[in-house]
């Protein structure tokens, strides 16, 4: 593993730090080859920080345009799934009445056929001499 070994300020650099015109001095920087580097910033016109204001509203502005349309969207998916219901609510209430109608006709149909089951029994357990008969 290799150590870094940081030195004094004044061995970084041995010249005074001279930036081009319209820049001024910010700092050092060490560059991949270890080597330190001197930092020159300019200072943002104004039509610099127009652009910049006008790239960061664009930004918001399309951030916002995308999550108010992901709320409209859900909205309107709950709204149109209140509305089928809604409008499936008469379907739904026929097929219950219609389900009810069979299970009370099955009822019914059942009742019937037991009636007749135990009036046979009843009739054959009046007539004690047709099952010693049979048997």
């Not at 969207?73 to 609510?89: D, F, K, P, Q, T």
């Amino acid at each position: 593993m290799q150590l870094i070994k940081f030195s004094r300020r004044e061995d970084r650099v041995k010249e005074s730090p001279t930036c081009l015109d319209w820049t001024f001095f910010s700092g050092y920087t060490m560059d991949s080859w270890q080597k330190w580097r001197i930092v020159c910033l300019s200072i943002m016109s104004v039509e610099d920080v127009e652009d910049m204001y006008i790239i960061g509203c664009l930004i918001s502005g399309f951030l916002l345009f995308g999550v108010s349309g992901y709320l409209a969207y859900r909205e309107i998916r709950r709204m149109s799934a209140a509305v089928l219901a809604i409008v499936r609510l008469p379907g739904m209430y026929d097929e219950i009445f219609r389900a009810i109608s069979t299970q009370t006709e099955m009822l019914c149909e059942l009742n019937r056929r037991l009636d007749v089951i135990l009036t046979q029994d009843r009739r054959q357990v009046a007539v004690p001499g047709l099952r010693g008969e049979m048997g």
